[in-house]
């Protein structure tokens, strides 16, 4: 079973930044599109931001421009940037993968167990 953890989340003033991992336990050479996801209280999980396999990207209109995502085939890992962050921000954030296909909010194989971002004003 292939596992994904997060990390790098935390509570930062608005306007500041963070960079979230994660770490895929298996080889992600061949998994086609890896993402983050989040969900803040009260609100739907929304897909943030993803990267195929061959490296386009995919970025929720709320984040273009602040948030850069990018994966390391080397070391199994994707990245998360996150920029010029706001309190809209605030959700727990997982990383997520499809096999086949592009990802989605809803459409996934496997994510993490989360990692909380609170962004205070």
């Known amino acids: 079973q292939v596992q994904l953890v997060e990390s790098g989340g935390g509570l930062v003033q608005a306007g500041g930044s963070l960079r979230l991992s994660c770490v895929v336990s298996?080889?992600?050479?061949?998994?086609?599109?890896m993402g983050w996801l989040r969900q803040a209280p009260g609100k739907q999980r929304e897909l943030v931001a993803h990267?195929?396999?061959?490296?386009?990207?995919l970025y929720a209109d709320s984040v273009k421009g602040r948030f850069t995502i990018s994966r390391d085939n080397a070391k199994n890992t994707v990245q998360l940037q996150m920029n010029s962050l706001k309190p809209e921000d605030t959700a727990v954030y997982y990383c997520?993968?499809?096999?086949?296909?592009?990802?989605?909010?809803?459409?996934?194989?496997?994510w993490g167990q989360g990692t909380l971002v609170t962004v205070s004003s």
């Open positions: 298996t080889s992600i050479n061949s998994i086609n599109d």
């Open positions: 997520a993968y499809t096999g086949r296909g592009a990802l989605t909010a809803t459409t996934f194989d496997a």
């Open positions: 990267i195929t396999k061959s490296g386009s990207t």
